[in-house]
């Protein structure tokens, strides 16, 4: 990625800025009234020497127009600030406490973008992009919405912005199509849940409804994608998000595992949020009287917690994009075999995936089936 370049232009009662900056063969722009957060574009010129001749070219029509490049946003200055600039300024700070009081302060998220984007946080990027979706639908946009979520790393106790799922999902199934080593043999996002049926097992759920689950199911009701890698056996990805009325134990009695279920134990606190085989799941485990718990589940026989929380095993199953077993790497314990060898391969195809970077410092140990 080439240095982010600001420019301004100040006349009577015009005050705008210009922000480029390329990424291979993509050029991109930021431009809007100073103080605001602006617009973002993308130009894809399937090429680096184009890339790079239309970043120049856009620099030169901008300085013609009488735009200023503002002081300090060269490649030195960029690499001065970047070595200087602390963790985590005061302002900002003070910003994330203003966002987790409210998460529906839209003018705090844009200046908090503005704020992340000076010191370079992919996540600036990833809330000024999903607030312009929010108001235009753009392809280019919304694939490089969805590009830019995989890449943000969200710490625990930072504010979370509202994600736009559906487009992400849209946009995670456009980019297992395009992709010529793979072949998608299902695609399919329901319709968005009613308001009614979201707020009934929402209350059902209590305390166990995690955080984001209710967004999710605001823009759909289910989830099937499958693919696989003709020419690579060990390569298979699913991702099966079922309806809400997962939280209702008696519509699961279909499932492999139900015949094991005694009331109080294990296996009646588990609700599947990701069938991606038959004898396997993700679900959410649901302790009494605790909040509930991503966990691994398999065939009746095994259920292993995760340190992740709803949210973050969304981030991850958009980064895994739905490779099998991928959550077993959550555990601290990878699957063995075919399935490392599987989730490795594909890594191969997606230079953004990094399986390594998803198994956990921590062992967790199984939980009992046969307690409460």
């Not at 049926?197 to 994608?225: C, F, Q, R, T």
Request: glycine fraction near 8%.
């Amino acid at each position: 990625m080439t240095e982010k370049r600001m420019f301004e232009f100040s006349e009577g009662t015009s005050n705008k800025f210009w922000e480029v900056w390329r990424e291979g063969h993509q050029v991109f722009t930021r431009y809007g009234k100073i103080g605001a957060s602006g617009q973002m574009t993308v130009k894809d010129e399937g090429d680096e020497a184009k890339a790079a001749r239309l970043h120049e070219k856009l620099i030169g029509e901008k300085t013609r127009k009488g735009y200023v490049e503002k002081t300090g946003t060269g490649p030195i200055a960029t690499a001065q600030k970047a070595k200087a600039a602390p963790a985590l300024s005061g302002d900002l700070a003070a910003l994330e406490q203003k966002l987790l009081a409210n998460r529906d302060d839209t003018k705090t998220w844009l200046v908090y973008a503005d704020a992340l984007q000076a010191q370079g946080d992919v996540r600036g990027e990833v809330i000024a992009l999903g607030e312009q979706i929010r108001s235009k639908s753009d392809a280019k946009l919304e694939a490089l919405y969805a590009q830019k979520c995989r890449a943000a790393r969200w710490p625990a106790g930072s504010p979370f912005p509202k994600m736009h799922y559906k487009v992400r999902f849209q946009q995670l199934i456009a980019e297992l199509k395009a992709n010529k080593e793979l072949q998608v043999k299902e695609a399919k996002i329901d319709k968005p849940t009613r308001p009614a049926e979201l707020e009934k097992w929402k209350k059902v759920a209590g305390a166990h409804w995690p955080e984001g689950m209710d967004e999710l199911y605001s823009e759909l009701s289910g989830v099937n994608i499958e693919w696989t890698a003709p020419n690579l056996s060990e390569v298979n990805g699913r991702i099966s998000i079922p309806s809400i009325d997962l939280w209702d134990h008696d519509a699961l009695e279909d499932e492999l595992w139900f015949d094991f279920t005694e009331e109080g134990t294990a296996l009646h606190l588990i609700r599947p949020i990701d069938r991606f085989v038959p004898e396997a799941y993700t679900v959410l485990y649901l302790p009494p009287g605790k909040p509930s718990v991503v966990a691994y589940h398999y065939c009746g026989e095994e259920l292993v917690p995760t340190a992740l929380s709803y949210r973050e095993w969304l981030e991850q199953l958009f980064r895994s994009r739905g490779i099998l077993y991928w959550v077993q790497h959550a555990t601290g314990k990878p699957g063995n075999g075919w399935v490392t060898e599987g989730i490795n391969e594909f890594a191969k195809m997606f230079p953004d995936f990094n399986p390594r970077s998803m198994i956990s410092k921590k062992k967790f140990k199984e939980i009992p089936l046969d307690e409460e």
